[in-house]
């Protein structure tokens, strides 16, 4: 099975920065499609962006869209979300998924196989 490892995560102010990174280990070790999502207290788990094999092609919540930007090394297994221009209600934690034995990005969280512990966003003045 693959396992992520969420980091980068921490207390931010409004307008702030901050990057988050996922390095996956185990299962087969090919570039298997990779996605972030997030979940406020007491909200549903919402989409914020996904990525294909090779980091070619990206998708974006509309709420995050413009601010985040996802990539990946998969010489170093590892799928980063950098978010800028960063506002309360970017408060959450922060998964990375993978969606193993699938190369294409999706934005449905079922689509995933594998996820990471998660990593708490706090953004707040």
């Known amino acids: 099975q693959a396992q992520m490892v969420e980091s980068g995560g921490g207390l931010v102010q409004p307008g702030g920065s901050l990057r988050l990174s996922c390095t996956r280990s185990?299962?087969?070790?090919?570039?298997?499609?990779m996605g972030w999502f997030r979940q406020g207290s007491g909200k549903e788990r919402e989409f914020v962006a996904a990525i294909n094999w090779s980091g070619s092609s990206t998708v974006y919540g509309d709420s995050v869209k413009g601010r985040f930007t996802i990539s990946r090394d998969n010489a170093q297994n590892t799928v980063y979300l950098q978010m800028s221009s960063l506002k309360p209600e970017d408060t959450a934690i922060y998964y990375c998924?993978?969606?193993?034995?699938?190369?294409?990005?999706?934005?449905?969280?079922?689509?995933?196989?594998?996820w990471g512990q998660g990593t708490q966003v706090t953004v707040s003045s």
């Open positions: 998924a993978v969606r193993q034995y699938n190369y294409q990005p999706s934005s449905d969280a079922r689509d995933y196989t594998s």
């Open positions: 185990g299962g087969t070790f090919k570039a298997y499609a």
